[in-house]
């Protein structure tokens, strides 16, 4: 199984020498619906793949499902109503537990050097972040449920033009030797991965960057420290395709993460510390070795919230 | 050296000069002078007295200005924090005949219903680049419409902004805007919107800019007008909008007066608006006795800030406000911050060095609406 994970592809374009690398002999399917309504916008893309591509276009086929199936487009509306809402109630624990977090951070600090209650204050913020995980895991079983009852209400294999279309898909990918995933809207580009049952075989070589390599993932995190509505915290948003695993990804991290802010970062990673939150920035290429593991030189955030680059031995050591 | 001294001053220090050079301090310098923290007003011309008038609390108010001994050049240097911006008029007194202008030295004004203001900006003070049209930015779009209201007893006009890329089978949240037609034409309301929207910074959404008639009357907790909006306007927009059908999707907003109106509104209907955008509101209170100092039309309004604070309740759950440190409203702005938090509600609060006027409350915009209606920043990765 052959993976790609870039940096975004703006400012430094490295598809095309990703693909190339991999030896690709075939056409290359492209899933670029997180663009959106630019989704057929793709003559930059089709030039830097080198022009012999499959576009899937699962936004405009989404699109075409919502029109034509009215029950599964009115099931969609309510379900998104609840995701929404479910959201919401998310964020409110979640910012009410972060906040939790820093400030028995901040007594941990405070407590350094002192005798009593050191191994104390070090506890609490372990089970602080205990809290937030089961926040997180809280939402990803509610939200599992909400699928449950999307599919309930309006079952997708029942769906005649779900149906064409996942056909149509499966002979285009069929075809490919090659898959792309761009970057873009990653709620858009996983509910149309997800209602098209897109899987890429194991033997299909695969290259990703931003929202394409986190969808990628097992687990979907957003993140933007610099966000206008000022710090909202990293939040759990659904379940990626899985085909990597162990994996955090980041892009944009420099721009999007406050890595000067240690504490902050350190909290990040021991709150997912089951994985490696990845950085991947402009000119990342990270392709992943033959059991799935991160190469070396793949830049991650230490649980000292640090960046560190991983060695020989896939442990982090001081970039 | 030159340096640290003010330039009115080193023109003071070559007096006598010709006009000729007063041509060339004036040119050179622009109006008013802005140098670290202070800035220096100028006035050219005949009068018995030259003033600034502000409006700012802290500094006098008119502050007077000094003529420079004989020229025609008058002045006053006052201190100005960096980041502040601020509205002013000059008054000139010839005899018993007072005028009252814009400096017509100085080119930059701010527009209000009231008329223009001459604008003074500080060091560190810059116009927001998302208040200007961006070519980029697929705009939205205005729809005229009216409503038959019964409440009011009159046809009520509203314009309604519709997002780019408006999908009717898509559900939107909803924001009501008071003094809806001033927001649009002092604050550039629309391309504001159509530009955060397009950043990616506040979600897409159907507002409702709602003018008023009798603005002093219907704002100041005045129940038709309650009634208008929560049992009125509401339901029949969300017949023909698709609107998110929660209250946390819906949204007060107003301004000075408009900002009570959202509020009484709220506390009328609780449970029916989510949110409150309010910016300077008129939130005047009396602690003992009645005297407040507004004047008549404040009556209604701090009958009803008291009652609010004998009582408090949380209407809404989340309250987003903003107020000018420079204007009047500051301390009861400051002073009703821990009443709402202590009544329940999440309150985001922020100042800025500015004062009671629209540039001001278009200025903060982005904060109000991105913390209301994020967008959807977080989830795109180019």
């Not at chain 2, 050179?28 to 002078?33: D, E, F, Q, S, T």
């Not at chain 2, 005899?95 to 017509?104: H, M």
């Not at chain 2, 955060?196 to 005045?222: G, K, S, T, W």
């Not at chain 2, 209250?247 to 709220?266: D, K, N, V, W, Y």
Request: aromatic share 8%; hydrophobic share 40%; charged share 25%.
């Amino acid at each position: 199984m052959r993976t790609v994970l870039l940096g975004p592809q703006r400012f430094m374009t490295t598809a095309g020498t990703a693909l190339r690398s991999l030896g690709v002999d075939g056409p290359v399917a492209t899933i670029n619906a997180g663009w959106e309504e630019r989704e057929d916008v793709v003559d930059e893309l089709d030039t830097v793949l080198g022009g012999d591509t499959r576009h899937l276009r699962l936004y405009h086929r989404s699109l075409d499902v919502i029109t034509k199936d009215e029950a599964f487009g009115s099931a969609a509306l309510a379900f998104r109503d609840r995701h929404d809402a479910l959201l919401s109630l998310y964020r409110l624990r979640l910012q009410n537990a972060m906040d939790g977090v820093y400030a028995v951070q901040r007594r941990t600090r405070e407590g350094e050097g002192r005798v009593r209650g050191e191994a104390t204050a070090h506890a609490a913020l372990d089970d602080s972040i205990e809290v937030v995980r089961h926040i997180d895991q809280w939402y990803a079983a509610q939200l599992k449920g909400l699928y449950a009852d999307l599919e309930g209400a309006a079952p997708i294999d029942s769906s005649g033009v779900i149906g064409w279309h996942r056909g149509e898909l499966a002979d285009l990918l069929g075809q490919s030797a090659a898959v792309v995933l761009t970057g873009g809207h990653v709620g858009t580009l996983l509910r149309t991965l997800r209602l098209f049952a897109i899987t890429i075989p194991d033997d299909v070589p695969v290259i990703a960057w931003s929202a394409g390599a986190m969808a990628l993932t097992e687990r979907v995190v957003l993140f933007h420290d610099h966000g206008p509505e000022g710090n909202t915290e990293a939040e759990v948003f659904d379940r990626g395709l899985g085909r990597v695993q162990g994996i955090v990804a980041l892009p944009h991290a420099r721009r999007r993460l406050r890595l000067d802010d240690r504490d902050r970062c350190a909290v990040m990673a021991r709150r997912f510390t089951d994985q490696h939150c990845v950085l991947l920035d402009d000119g990342t290429a990270l392709e992943l070795t033959a059991d799935g593991g991160l190469p070396r030189g793949a830049r991650i955030l230490g649980i000292d919230g640090a960046v560190h680059e991983l060695g020989t031995n896939g442990r982090g050591g001081v970039s | 050296m030159s340096e640290g001294r003010l330039a009115v001053n080193r023109l003071r220090e070559r007096l006598p000069v010709d006009d000729a050079v007063l041509d060339r301090f004036v040119a050179r310098h622009g109006a008013p002078i802005i140098e670290g923290e202070r800035a220096t007003f100028l006035f050219r011309g005949e009068a018995d007295e030259v003033r600034v008038r502000h409006r700012v609390v802290g500094l006098p108010d008119p502050l007077s200005m000094k003529r420079l001994p004989d020229t025609d050049l008058w002045a006053v240097t006052t201190v100005l924090p960096n980041g502040s911006r601020v509205e002013y008029q000059l008054e000139t007194r010839y005899g018993d005949r007072y005028e009252t202008f814009n400096d017509p030295l100085n080119p930059r004004v701010a527009h209000s219903p009231m008329g223009s203001s001459s604008v003074c900006a500080a060091t560190g003070y810059e116009v927001p680049d998302w208040v200007h049209h961006d070519p980029e930015a697929r705009p939205g779009e205005l729809v005229e419409d009216t409503f038959r209201s019964k409440a009011l007893r009159r046809e009520q006009p509203v314009k309604l902004y519709l997002p780019a890329r408006y999908n009717p089978s898509l559900r939107y949240p909803l924001l009501v805007v008071h003094d809806g037609d001033d927001y649009l034409n002092y604050a550039a309301m629309k391309t504001v919107l159509d530009n955060l929207i397009h950043r990616l910074d506040v979600a897409p959404l159907i507002a409702a800019f709602v003018p008023p008639r009798d603005r002093l009357r219907e704002y100041p907790n005045h129940a038709p007008h309650a009634r208008f909006i929560a049992r009125e306007l509401l339901p029949t927009l969300a017949e023909r909008l698709p609107l998110v059908d929660d209250p946390e999707a819906r949204c007060l907003m107003g301004s000075s007066f408009g900002g009570i109106a959202s509020l009484s509104t709220a506390v009328r209907y609780p449970g029916v608006f989510g949110s409150l955008f309010l910016q300077s509101a008129s939130l005047v209170f009396t602690d003992i006795g009645t005297d407040h100092g507004g004047g008549p039309a404040f009556d209604p309004v701090v009958k009803f800030v008291n009652r609010y604070r004998a009582k408090p309740t949380a209407p809404v759950e989340r309250l987003f406000m903003s107020c000018g440190t420079y204007e009047p409203l500051i301390t009861p702005n400051r002073s009703m911050v821990p009443v709402f938090r202590g009544a329940g509600m999440t309150v985001k609060y922020v100042e800025a060095r500015d004062g009671h006027n629209w540039e001001d409350w278009r200025d903060r915009l982005r904060d109000g609406l991105s913390w209301l209606f994020p967008g959807p920043q977080k989830f795109v990765y180019e």
